[in-house]
Each structure stands twice: as C-alpha cells, then as structure tokens.
C-alpha cells in the first residue's frame, strides 16, 4: 500500500504533519500571548518552535531518506518542482504586497499628505511639504537619517550576486561530479551568506545607534525595516537551507543527474537574491 | 409518477406565493423598496443610471432565463426528445462575447459623464468640514465660526438600550433623528470637506447622492446642490465600532435668508450649546479619552 | 463515510479508528475530512448568521448586544469563508481530481495532510478569541483599520488564525497545481482535462497568488499594533486605505477563488443531466483564464468611496464591468449546453438550475455596483449583502450542494434518497430567495449594512428575511440527515451512478476502492 504498482510513490501514513500542526499553532498561539503580554507566552512560543523544528528535520530527513533508496521516480521529482515553484511564487507575492506598501506610501500617501491633489490634507495637517524620506506629518521635529545606498547595502550587494555565481559554480561541479569543488563553493556560498547576515545586523545597530533609524520612524521607517527584515529572515533560512544541503553534498547524497535537494535551495537562494536587487534599487537608492 | 411530481411543484408554489403575501403590505410603497430620486441634480442622474442599468439587466435577464425556461420545459426528456449533439458553434459564441461588450459600453458612457460632473468640487459657494467621532458627527461651517456635534436624539438613545421595553414604533424618526441638524441653504453648491477623528466613518445622506468615506488623517471633497428645502436623514455608512449603527445625519435645508438668520444667530450665541463654544468639543475630548 | 470505505481498503498495515485520520496520506480520506469540516463549518457560521436574524428580526435590540452583534458579522463571514466554501472545494478538489485525471493520489500526499489538519487548529484559535477579555474581533471581515486595532486581547490571535488558514490554502493549492500539472494518465492533455479540472487549476493559482498578499496587509496591521509601525496612520505618512488596497487586492480574487470551482462542477452537472456535450468547451476554458486574469485589475471597485482620484475610479469601473463577458459566455454556454437536450431533474440537477438562474441575478446586481457613481448609493448598504449572498449561498453553497448530491454515490456507494434531496432543494430554494431577495430593497431603501438595530421603516422586510433565514437554515438540517443516511445505508449505486455521467471517476466501482488508478488508465 506504501507504493503504488504504477510507480508513482505514495508515502506511508505520516505523523509529521499533525505534529507541524500542533507544533505551528503552539507557536503562533505563544507569540500572540507573549505578544499581549501573558506570561505563559514565551514558554508555549518555546514549545512550538521545538516541535516545528523536531516536526522539520523528522519530515525531511524521510523525504531525504526516501529519496536515497529510490523510491522517487521522475514523476515524483517534477511534482516536488512544481511544488517549489508555486512555493517560490506564493513568496514573490507576499514581498509583492510590502513592495505594495511602499510605492503606495511614495506615490500616493506622502503626496496627498503633504497637500498634493487632494490638496485638502493641509485641513488637518498645516503640512511642511513632506518629501521622501519621511517619517509622516506628525513627526516633523523627529531626529532622524535614513539609510544610504553607502557603504553597507551596496556591499551587501556585491557580497548576494557574488554568492549566486558561488552557487552556480557549485551546482556546475555537481554536475560535474567533482565533489571537492562541489563542496568548496558550497561553503563559500554559506560563507557570504553569514556575512551578509552580520553586516545587516550592523546595519540594523548603525541605524538605530547612530541615524535614530526605527521602526517607529514614520512610513520610512516602518517600510525600510519590514522590506529588508523579511529579506533578512529569508536569508537566514536560506543560509540554513544551504548548510544541510552542503553536509548533504559531503555525505554524497546528490548525483549529478538527481539532485532536486540542491537545485530547489538553489532557486530559493536565488529568488532570494533577486528580492534583494529590488530593495537595493527601491529602498536604498531611488 | 410525473403528476404526483408535478402535484407535489405546485404545493411548493403555493407555498411560495404564502410567503409574499406576508411581504404585500410594503410593497405598496416604492420608497421601501427602491432608491429614492433624491433632491440634488446629482441624486437624480444617479437614479436615472440606476434604473436605466437595472431595466437593461432585467431584460437581458428576461432573455437568458426564458430560454433556459422554454429549454427546461421542452427539452426534457421525459417528452421523449433526442438529445442533440452540437457541441459549439463560433459565430454564436463570438456574437454573445461582442453583443454584451456593446451593452456594456452603452452604459459605460452615461455612468462616465455623471461620475465626472461628481468628481469637480471647484466653484463652491460654501463650504462645510465633517468630521467623525465615535459616535457622532461634528460639523464646521468653514468661516463662519459655527461649529458643533450632532448625535443621536435621546429618546432613540434610551429606547435602543438592550431590552429596553420601548417599542421603537412608539419613537418619533426612530433611530435617525439627532439633537442637533446640519442646517444648510438651498440653491446653494455647498462643498463637503470630509474626515475622522478615531476611525472610518462614511457620511451618507441618500438623498443627496452620495456617500463620502470619513479617513481619519485625511480630508474627502465632495459637494451638492440641494433643491428643495426639507429635513433629510442619513446615517453612518462604515463599520466604526460598537455604535455604528446609532450615529445618525439630519440636513435640513432652508431657503437662503433663513439659513442666513440661522447661522447670524449661531454666530450670536444662539441656543445654549449650538454654538462652538468648546463645551462640546471639551466633552468630546473627554469622551475620547476615556476610551 | 469509515464504515464504507474501510472495508474496501487494504486496510492489513493501515492504523485504524481516529490515528488512521490523524496520519492518513489518502486523497480520499482527506477529502472526506475536508467535506466534513466544511459541513461543521458551515453549521457553525450558519448559526452566526442566526444570530444575526434573530437580532434583525424586529427593530430594537432584543437578542445580542451591539458590539457581540458586530462579532457575529465578522465571525460568520470569516468561518464561512474560510472554513466553509474554501474547504468544501478544496475536499472536492482532494477527492475527485486523482479520480478525474486518473492519478493515484495527489501530487504531495504528506503535505496533503498537512494542509488539512492545520484548519482545525487554526479554527480552534479563530473560534477561542470569541471567549477572550475584550471579545473576538468586531471590525467586520475585511478588518479594516484603524477599527481592527481596538480588538482586545484578541487581535493577535486572530491574526495568526488567519495566518494558519492562509498556509493550509497555498499548500493545498500547491498540491492541486502540481497534482495537475504532473498526474494526469498519459493522453490527457491540457484541453481534454475536465472543467472542474481546469477551473481549480486556475482558483489554485489565484489562490497562491493573493494568500500571501492577505498575510502581508496582515502582518502590517500586527506591526502597526505592537511595533510602532505606520502603514495605516496618516501621522507617520501611511494610510489607512493603503489597508483596503491591499486586503481587496487579495480581497477580488478571494472572490473569485469562490466561485470558479463552482463554475466547474455546473458545467459538469449539467451536461451529464441533459445528456448532451457541454457546449463551448474551450471556450469555458478561456473565459475561466480572463475572469482569473482580470480578478487581479478590479479591487478598487470596493472602494468607490474612500476618495479615489476620478482617473482611478474610471479605470476600476470599466475593468469591473468587463468581466460580464466571460461571465455572459459561461451563462450562455450553460444555457446552450441545455438547449435540444434530453433533461431529467434530480437534485444535483435542480441545484446546477438553481445556480445558473440565481448567480446570475447576483451577477446582475454586481453589475449594478461596479457602476461607480451608483455604487455611491449602494455601497455599505444591503443591497452588497444581497448581492454576495446571491453569488456566495445560490452560486458557490449551491454548487457545493449540487456537487455533493452528485457525487456522493460514488464516495459511499449508495444513493441518497432523492425524496428528501428535492425536499431539501425546494425549501431551500424558496426560502433562500425569501431570505436574500428582500435585502435588495432594504439596500436601496437606505437601510447600512454591519447594523445591529434599524428606523423602523425597514422593519417588514427584515422580518421577511429572517423568516427565510430560519427556513433556509432548517432545511439544511434535511440535507446533513440525508447524508447520514447516504453513508450508513441505501441502494447500492452503479459504478456509473447518472446515466449521462461521463468521465474516469465513472470507470471505478461505486464506493471508489481505497486506491485507484494504480496503474493510469490509457486516455484516447
Ligand atoms: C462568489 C463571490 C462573488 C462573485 C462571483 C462576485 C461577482 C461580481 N461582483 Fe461582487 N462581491 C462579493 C462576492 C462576489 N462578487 C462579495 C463577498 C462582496 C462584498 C465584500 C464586502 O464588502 O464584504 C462583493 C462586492 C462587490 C462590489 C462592491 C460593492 C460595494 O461594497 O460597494 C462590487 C462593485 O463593483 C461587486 C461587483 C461584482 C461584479 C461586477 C461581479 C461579476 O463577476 C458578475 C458577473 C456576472 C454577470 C454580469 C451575470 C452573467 C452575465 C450575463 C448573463 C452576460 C450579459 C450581461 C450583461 C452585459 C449585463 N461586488
Ligand atoms: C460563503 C459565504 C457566506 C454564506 C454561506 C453566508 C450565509 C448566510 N449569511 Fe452571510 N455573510 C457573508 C458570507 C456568507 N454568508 C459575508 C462575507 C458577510 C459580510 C460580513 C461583514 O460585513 O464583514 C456576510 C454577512 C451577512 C449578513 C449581514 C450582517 C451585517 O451586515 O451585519 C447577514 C444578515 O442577514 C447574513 C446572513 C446570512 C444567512 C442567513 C446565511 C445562511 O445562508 C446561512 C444558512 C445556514 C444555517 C442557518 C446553518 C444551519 C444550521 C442550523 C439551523 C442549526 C445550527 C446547529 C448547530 C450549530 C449545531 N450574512
Ligand atoms: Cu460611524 Cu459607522
Ligand atoms: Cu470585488
């Protein structure tokens, strides 16, 4: 009953997703209380995020397990690309309505507010023009600079497109069949994936010690930490993503024809990469 | 077999036709079931648009289900018929893709024309700002100095408490009736400078044609023209908390030298209260505060 | 529905009694589960809706209090959204799309799971913030802020409820993607696939598409709450309508995600019942894809009144209007499917009637409100009521029905007893127009909607429609007893149950066996 005579493979009965289920809402369920101030909070958020992660590594080390005595035909692989795909997707999107958010506030809200046509805010706010950047009407005697495209992000820049040649060049050797250089690019890729990571965190500091740079800076502040912190985020478990696929290039596990592990990290990391071209064009520089 | 079903139709007909006599008793009176014309220009265009798109989708309705109807009742095969086998036809498809675009730019263009002439706000005579609270509405007339809240009237304010008791037939103008109406000028293009002061609130007077959203840090423009002088009731059009639904609108619209004595009074001090004499935007304040 | 399916399964390694539901990768038994949540669901938010009545029933306020009033509004269309129409067609989606394209189970049968179990939990929290100091969330479904922002304790619980539900949609619509992309037995190519079929591939994209933007206007409403953030503040130079914007450009093709499925099964009930190929095939196909596609330039037609430029308001108008004609060739394909065919009216046939008359008069007032200065006077009014509800109950519930009552044979192997299904067709029928049919003159009477307590003038047509509402929501009760009785018992269906019925899920034997297709079939 495992597998279908056909081919196709259909799992056993699976635990993991109840336990993702129980282990995801404790975790949603304990930001809220920690959120609203209930004790209890950070102890159920705890909770959660262990049974997400214990549910995390179990799915996938069957997936993974599964994948290395063959039980996935090729059908089987195009079903989880297109799965990755749509999941890639469905990101796009939700950085689509942040994107939103700020083109918006750009085009259309800070205008208005400071008596463009509809020219009849001036009613309510005696309006400095207010021009972006900006931190809204009602800040106006607020202390505060926005973040230049120098020096940091546009590091960051060179250090995101240089990981994505790093990546391909690792995906080139796997195909290869050369594991040592597989391996290497790898770890590299990693490599400036961390340290994009620290440079964003001192970015983060640099804004909050030294422009006065904070989420509660207006609409600027609020678009520029919400942009490039999801993208952050992303990085992150991108960079974990790259970490078990790099042990799993040194256990062997990829084969130059079959690697889907790989090449789906692969997209994310690039799609990743991608998100960040547009921050850096639409927070930092325009 | 086929009679008792059709037997057992008719019963559920008759059942239908019971449950609409339960409704006749207001059928009688178009104002409880249809838009009203209104007494700006504005109102009636709309209700003329109104009507005009509704009769169109009445009888492009009329089409569409008699030949579903006339389909339904002889082609069934209980009458024995044969089903045909055509399966698509392109001329007919392409006729009933290109016939509705048409309809539907012939009503596109008297729709445009209204909502423009709707949209131009300049040349104004007066102009009032609105503003909402949770729950009531302020009203400033722009520079005149006159300004004041205006809520629900309070015999509705006692009547609509939870079991209160009151039938709410035996109230006068249940539930749209205020303590103080927005009174303004006939004849008159008046322009409404509209915002909140907490939440979203929606300023609707039906029988002037329209209804502007209240955004709290923002000002909507709008305006009319009303024609004939009357008292006309609105009410709160968005969501805004508890108490939305108790925050009624009363215009009252005068001949021009009545309003003009009105507003001379106001400016004098009028009534006690009437005036913008910060007793009421103080106890606003306060209001707000407690929340 | 265990009784019958489990003794055709093989069930010698499979876990029984209630762990064989918690950790089952079946497509079956995960539609079952779906269909049943839904049902629940539906009961629950169908009950909210009672309360409603009830309170509208007379004018004063006698039942609820005006602010638990405004949580019955939200949590009713919140359950019914997404916990009652979007689950019935993605339990539909689960069980017939293998059977349809001839696969052996979805694409991602793990994920499958997962995307099921994560609605209970997710109504689990929805439902508890009802119970919670402060009470659930009252600023109607669209949550509008800043209204929302003065939830109580609530607020973030609701948030992530929302959160959990919109993860259980993508990864079920990931799964329906890939399942059709990359299941389908050899032969059958993208044009012969069945309606259904080709209408959820299009709402499972659309629905990957705008989950994520709805979790994004979300997560801003969160941050605005707790950290400091101003999207929606004009102090900080965001705005409360950038809200609307987004949640609508979500808020449209959610719309449309509850109908096109629908759309599907109508246009494979009808066909089967009039004995004649469907008419327009491809291009049923094509419209489905334009509706999809102009869904995405429409959501301001939600906000004619916030005060948007003139050149805005013209442009969301036309666009809206447009999609009359793709929805005008689906109606006539249907009607044209009808014409020279060889009828007979059971019930999944009668509802399959009931829904191309009664959508399109919900079309029809669509149409009236997507005329922008018109909609001036409708808007927030309960002619919108009565608009959606005609699109929502009379199109996608009675789409549901239709589909339930047509393919239940083959999910339990027996018939339903049509006598009780045509009671339940012409009460509901009748009773649904007498509940919603009147809220198109209180509409246009003046009468706001999200209102606990009116003047006094639109007192008989709320009585009528409560009346209806209580009538409706009883007959519902005809239908879950029927189906009781459909799963314990009856006449044995036919592998083939309707005469006219065509298509793969028709080849396997009535109940359809544990397993199917195995080994794809050959498509010529
Ligand atoms: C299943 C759900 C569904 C569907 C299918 C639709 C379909 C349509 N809707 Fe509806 N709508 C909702 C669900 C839906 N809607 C909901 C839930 C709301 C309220 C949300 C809220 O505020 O809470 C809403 C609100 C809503 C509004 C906002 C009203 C307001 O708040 O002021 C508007 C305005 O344009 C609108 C328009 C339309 C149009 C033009 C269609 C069109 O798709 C209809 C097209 C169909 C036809 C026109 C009939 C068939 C066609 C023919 C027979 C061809 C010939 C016809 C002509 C040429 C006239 N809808
Ligand atoms: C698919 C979606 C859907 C469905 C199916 C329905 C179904 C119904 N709705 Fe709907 N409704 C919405 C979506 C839907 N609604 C939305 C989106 C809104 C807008 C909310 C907002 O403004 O934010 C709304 C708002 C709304 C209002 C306006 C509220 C207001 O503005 O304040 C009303 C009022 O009459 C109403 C009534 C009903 C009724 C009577 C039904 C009936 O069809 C329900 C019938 C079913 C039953 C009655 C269940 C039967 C069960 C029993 C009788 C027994 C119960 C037993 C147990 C629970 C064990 N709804
Ligand atoms: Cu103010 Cu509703
Ligand atoms: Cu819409």
New interface residues.
């Given amino acids: 009953?495992?597998q279908?005579?056909?081919g196709?493979y259909?799992?056993?009965?699976?635990?993991?997703?109840?336990i993702?289920?129980?282990g995801?809402?404790a975790l949603?369920?304990g930001?809220?209380l920690y959120?609203?101030g209930i004790g209890a909070g950070p102890w159920v958020l705890g909770a959660g995020l262990l049974i997400t992660l214990w549910m995390v590594v179990g799915?996938f080390g069957d997936v993974v397990r599964e994948g290395l005595t063959g039980l996935y035909s090729d059908?089987v692989d195009?079903?989880?690309r297109?799965?990755m795909i749509?999941?890639i997707?469905?990101?796009v999107?939700?950085?689509?309505?942040?994107f939103?958010?700020l083109f918006?506030?750009r085009v259309?809200?800070?205008p208005?507010?400071s008596g463009a046509?509809?020219a009849?805010?001036r009613?309510?706010?005696d309006s400095v023009a207010?021009t972006w950047p900006?931190?809204?009407?009602?800040?106006a005697a607020m202390e505060w600079r926005p973040m230049g495209p120098w020096p940091l992000p546009t590091i960051n820049t060179l250090i995101l497109l240089t990981s994505g040649v790093t990546l391909t060049a690792a995906h080139h050797a796997l195909k290869d069949g050369n594991r040592g250089k597989l391996v290497g690019y790898m770890w590299a890729t990693i490599a400036l994936g961390l340290v994009f990571i620290g440079l964003q965190a001192y970015e983060y500091y640099h804004a909050y010690e030294h422009l006065n740079l904070?989420?509660?800076t207006?609409?600027?502040?609020?678009?520029f930490?919400?942009l490039t912190g999801f993208h952050g985020m992303h990085v992150l478990i991108g960079t974990l993503m790259l970490g078990v696929i790099a042990v799993r290039c040194m256990k062997g596990h990829f084969r130059p024809e079959a690697h889907f592990g790989f090449e789906a990290t692969a997209w994310y990391w690039h799609f990743v990469d991608v998100v960040w071209l547009g921050l850096y064009i639409f927070v930092y520089i325009l | 077999m086929t009679n008792m079903i059709a037997r057992r139709r008719f019963g559920h007909l008759g059942l239908l036709a019971g449950l609409m006599l339960l409704a006749t008793p207001a059928l009688a009176d178009f104002s409880l079931i249809n838009m009203t014309r209104g007494v700006t220009e504005s109102s009636q265009e709309i209700y003329d648009l109104h009507m005009t798109i509704f009769t169109i989708t009445v009888v492009i309705g009329l089409g569409v289900f008699g030949a579903m109807f006339y389909s339904i009742f002889r082609h069934r095969k209980s009458r024995g018929v044969k089903p045909a086998k055509f399966h698509h036809s392109t001329a007919v498809e392409i006729v009933w893709t290109v016939l509705p675009l048409v309809i539907l730019v012939g009503m596109a263009v008297p729709a445009t024309r209204v909502l423009i002439d709707l949209d131009d706000t300049s040349e104004s005579e007066m102009a009032v700002k609105i503003t909402g609270y949770q729950w009531f509405w302020g009203y400033e007339y722009m520079g005149e100095d006159v300004q004041f809240l205006s809520r629900l009237a309070t015999d509705s304010d006692v009547a609509r408490q939870l079991d209160s008791g009151i039938n709410p037939a035996s109230v006068p103008n249940y539930l749209q009736n205020v303590d103080r109406r927005l009174v303004l000028p006939v004849d008159t293009r008046i322009k409404f400078q509209i915002t909140a002061a907490d939440v979203i609130h929606s300023w609707w007077m039906p029988d002037l044609g329209w209804k502007k959203d209240a955004i709290p840090g923002f000002v909507n423009e709008t305006w009319t023209v009303i024609e004939e002088p009357g008292v006309y009731r609105g009410r709160c059009a968005e969501l805004c908390g508890r108490d939305h639904g108790f925050m009624p609108i009363v215009v009252e619209a005068v001949e021009r030298d009545e309003y003009e004595a009105w507003l001379a009074e106001q400016q004098a001090g009028g009534e006690p209260g009437t005036t913008a004499d910060g007793t009421d935007a103080a106890e606003a304040g306060e209001e707000l505060a407690a929340r | 529905m265990t009784a019958t399916t489990q003794d055709h399964a093989h069930h010698a390694e499979e876990p029984t009694g209630f762990k064989r539901w918690l950790v089952t990768t079946n497509h079956k038994d995960i539609g079952s589960m779906y269909l049943l949540f839904s049902l629940a669901m539906f009961l629950v938010g169908g009950a909210m809706a009672l309360v409603i009545r009830a309170e509208l029933f007379q004018p004063g306020l006698q039942v609820v209090d005006p602010y638990f009033f405004n949580q019955m509004t939200t949590m009713h269309a919140l359950v019914m959204i997404f916990g009652a129409v979007m689950p019935a067609f993605t339990g539909l989606a689960n069980w017939m799309i293998p059977l349809m394209v001839g696969a052996p189970d979805m694409a991602l049968p793990r994920m499958n799971n997962w995307s099921f179990w994560l609605l209970p939990f997710g109504f689990a929290i929805l439902l508890s913030t009802l119970f919670m100091p402060g009470g659930g969330p009252a600023g109607g479904w669209t949550m509008y802020p800043p209204l929302m922002l003065q939830t109580g304790t609530a607020f973030p619980f609701v948030i992530f409820a929302i959160h959990v539900l919109g993860i259980s949609s993508i990864m079920g619509s990931i799964n329906v993607i890939a399942t059709i992309l990359n299941m389908r037995a050899p032969g059958m190519t993208l044009m012969k696939m069945p309606l259904f079929v080709w209408t959820w591939l299009i709402t499972a994209y659309l629905m990957i598409a705008v989950m994520p933007v709805l979790a994004g206007a979300i997560t801003m409403l969160l941050t605005d709450q707790y950290f400091g953030t101003s999207f929606f503040s004009a102090a900080g130079g965001g705005d409360p309508v950038l809200y609307q914007h987004i949640f609508w450009f979500f808020g449209h093709p959610e719309v449309y995600i509850l109908i096109l499925p629908a759309f599907g099964i109508i246009s494979t009930i009808i066909p089967a019942f009039a004995r004649k190929p469907l008419f327009g095939y491809s291009s049923m196909v094509y419209a489905t894809a334009s509706i999809a596609f102009l869904s995405f330039i429409v959501w301001a037609h939600h906000m004619f009144t916030v005060g948007m430029p003139l050149a805005g308001q013209l442009f969301f108008m036309y666009a809206t209007m447009l999609i009359a004609v793709p929805t005008g060739v689906k109606v006539f394909n249907w009607v044209a499917t009808m014409w020279r065919g060889a009828m007979t009216f059971e019930t999944p046939m009668l509802f399959a009637l009931a829904f191309v008359f009664l959508f399109t008069i919900g079309g029809f007032s669509g149409l009236m409100l997507a005329i922008a200065p018109a909609d001036f006077q409708y808007h927030d009014t309960y002619f919108v009521v009565a608009h959606f509800h005609y699109v929502l109950v009379t199109g996608a519930v009675f789409a549901i029905l239709a589909a339930a009552y047509y393919w239940m044979p083959k999910w339990t192997g027996h018939m339903y007893n049509e006598r009780l299904g045509q009671w339940h067709f012409w009460l509901s029928t009748i009773f649904v127009n007498v509940l919603f049919f009147p809220q198109h003159f209180l509409g246009l009477a003046g009468m706001p909607r999200r209102i606990p307590d009116y003047s006094v003038q639109f007192a008989d047509w709320n009585m009528v429609s409560s009346i209806g509402g209580f009538g409706f929501g009883f007959a519902q009760l005809i239908f879950v007893w029927l189906l009781y009785k459909c799963i314990r018992g009856g006449q044995k269906a036919e592998a083939r149950a309707w005469e006219g019925a065509e298509g793969l899920e028709w080849e396997v034997p009535s109940p359809a066996p544990h397993h199917t297709f195995d080994t794809p079939p050959v498509i010529r």
């Fill in positions: 009953m495992a279908a005579e056909g196709y259909v799992p056993h009965q699976s635990s993991w997703p109840i993702g289920s129980v995801v809402t949603v369920v930001i809220a959120l609203e799915w059908q195009r079903s989880l297109w799965g749509f999941f997707f469905s990101e999107m939700l950085f689509a309505a942040f939103g958010a918006y506030a259309l809200s800070v208005w507010l046509d509809p009849t805010s009613l309510i706010w207010l900006t931190a809204g009407p009602a800040n904070r989420l509660e207006g609409i600027y502040g609020s678009t930490f919400m």
